[in-house]
Nanobody, 126 residues
């Protein structure tokens, strides 16, 4: 059974930084296509950043230049380094994984993923 557990969210002021972590249990993270998504209650999930099976990263326009997705295969963990945070970044952030091969834009498409974590809240105040 694959489980994803996020951590690292919190409350910060605008301009601050957070590093989100997603620990993968039950399978090797390097075998997955993985991504970070955001979701406001009642709304659709939106891709933030993805990393495909070849290690190629993809970012939403709002995340480019500020966020970095990375993977530590030895720790079976996915990360999202978030810098220069803005109030509009406030949301619940979830990580996701799939065994399916993905490349390019598929890594930030929520409908492509099979496994989801519970999420970690990020709140940015002005």
């Amino acid at each position: 059974q694959v489980q994803l557990v996020e951590s690292g969210g919190g409350s910060v002021q605008a301009g601050g930084s957070l590093r989100l972590s997603c620990a993968v249990f039950g399978y090797t993270s390097s075998s997955f296509c993985m991504g970070w998504f955001r979701q406001v209650s009642g709304k659709e999930r939106e891709g933030v950043a993805g990393i495909d099976n070849d290690g190629i990263t993809k970012y939403a326009d709002s995340a480019k230049g500020r966020f970095t997705i990375s993977q530590d295969n030895a720790k079976n963990t996915l990360y999202l380094q978030m810098n220069s945070l803005k109030p509009e970044d406030t949301d619940m952030y979830l990580c996701a994984a799939t065994y399916k091969y993905c490349s390019g834009a598929y890594s930030v498409q929520p409908g492509y993923y099979d496994y989801w974590g519970q999420g970690t809240q990020v709140t940015v105040s002005s």
